[in-house]
């Protein structure tokens, strides 16, 4: 018995659903800009241009990430614990990821030293990876199916999870996270910086729609085991819309409407994240076997918790949603680079003689 679809379970389900959107959508061009500030950087000003692209929101991003684990623990803390037994070793390794994303922010301006700026610019492009590779493999093996047992307990082993869907699944989400950090930085700066990052998304956007759709035909070729939910179609719609709104999102960012595209991006990458979320619904986690696959009901908490969960977050949600809004429009300006630094002007050629012979005839 699995009650009534209209309920908090339900409700929880959906709200945990919205809160990893949001972190994708906010910290995925976070990633992408991570990994091009190594890549589309040609020299030390573009570097810092790229990094202070996402200076004052990176860290306030991770806050979704934290949200949503926190409201997982508490919603669904049988899925919870089934997700860390399973993907503990990813998990250490996106969140040691995450901390030397961190330390990098923090450390490489403190000694005028270029081999020690650009160690700590490998370090944040490698902490950017990372985890924009591993939520994909994550995600995609929780649709896939894990060896669980009857109690929840993850059966199978680390390899296990390198399975080849998987895989191409973090594929998947590196080309979307790299193509909307591509069009961010179309977007928040100018000059030689900006151009290369139009490039990077107008050819990166379409291969990660391609990547995005190939994930889910093979997950929907293999069947997707356990409690039926959604009908199929509305998961293979939303990758579908996703990939659309990721070729537009290139083709926009090639004619320089880069605000539009990259709005677009965070359309696709929401409607990829709706997709994941209907897909298992009203699964929280697949099961290959021997268990029973997790779902919002024999994986939640009582009752009573999700009523008081609902009433706090219907009085800190909002509020955390309008300072952040305020905070990305206070630090709506684009960046330029330095006038003296921007390396456009034509290079200076020595005077030919009539122009020596005035500037003589001058200082005389």
Known sequence: MYGPVASLNTAWFALIGVLWTGYFVLEGFDFGVGV???VLGRDDIDRRMARSAIG??????????IVAAGATFAAFPVWYASMFSAFYFVLFLILAALIGRGVAFEFRGKRDSARWRNRWDVVLAAGSLIPAFAWGLAFTDLLHGLH???????LGSFSDLLVPVAVVGGL???GLFVAHGATFLSVKTSGPLADRARATAFWV???AGALT???????????????????????????AACALAFVVSGLLVRIGRAVLAFG?????IMAASAAIFTALFPRVLVSSGPGPSLTIWSAASA??????????????????????????????????RPPDQAGATAPHRAPGPAAAAQQRRRGA
């Open 264 to 268: 677009l991006s965070a359309l696709g």
């Open 303 to 336: 009752n009573l918790s999700l009523v008081v969960m609902t009433v706090v977050a219907a009085i800190s949600l909002p509020l955390v949603l309008l300072y952040q809004g305020w905070s990305y429009w206070v630090f709506r300006q684009r960046l330029t």
């Open 213 to 239: 759709i190939g994930t889910a035909a093979w997950l929907a070729a293999g069947g997707l085991r356990g409690v039926p939910g959604l009908p199929g179609a509305v998961p293979l719609a939303l990758t």
């Open 172 to 174: 998947a989400s590196l």
């Open 148 to 154: 669980l047992s009857r109690s929840g307990t993850y």
């Open 56 to 65: 004052p929101w990176w860290d306030g991003n991770e806050v979704w990430l």
């Open 36 to 38: 091009l500030s190594l």
């Open 205 to 207: 956007s379409p291969l």
